[in-house]
């Protein structure tokens, strides 16, 4: 067993299925923030669109080392 990050996602205060692994805390919380930001266009530095009823955050948990990884 190894420790891993697994990002949550929720929608309407429903949990997403689905097991999303991360060697690093950072590259999680990476993609929590664009999860629950939505996108920005890199040249105006403007929010392309805002989400609405969606968190996402990352918590450590034990997975097997042959476990699949996002990062």
């Known amino acids: ?3 891993a990050f697994l990002l949550v996602m929720l929608v309407d205060g429903e949990r ?3 097991e ?3 060697r690093n805390v950072h590259r999680c919380n990476q993609f929590a923030h ?3 930001n939505g ?3 890199p040249v105006e530095k403007r929010r392309v ?3 609405v ?3 996402a955050y990352c918590m450590p948990v034990k ?3 042959n476990a699949t990884f996002y990062d």
């Open 1 to 3: 067993m190894i420790m």
């Open 16 to 18: 997403v299925n689905g």
């Open 20 to 22: 999303f692994y991360f």
């Open 34 to 36: 664009w999860l629950e």
């Open 39 to 41: 996108t920005i266009k």
């Open 49 to 51: 669109s805002n989400q």
């Open 53 to 55: 009823n969606i968190s």
């Open 63 to 65: 997975v097997n080392a």
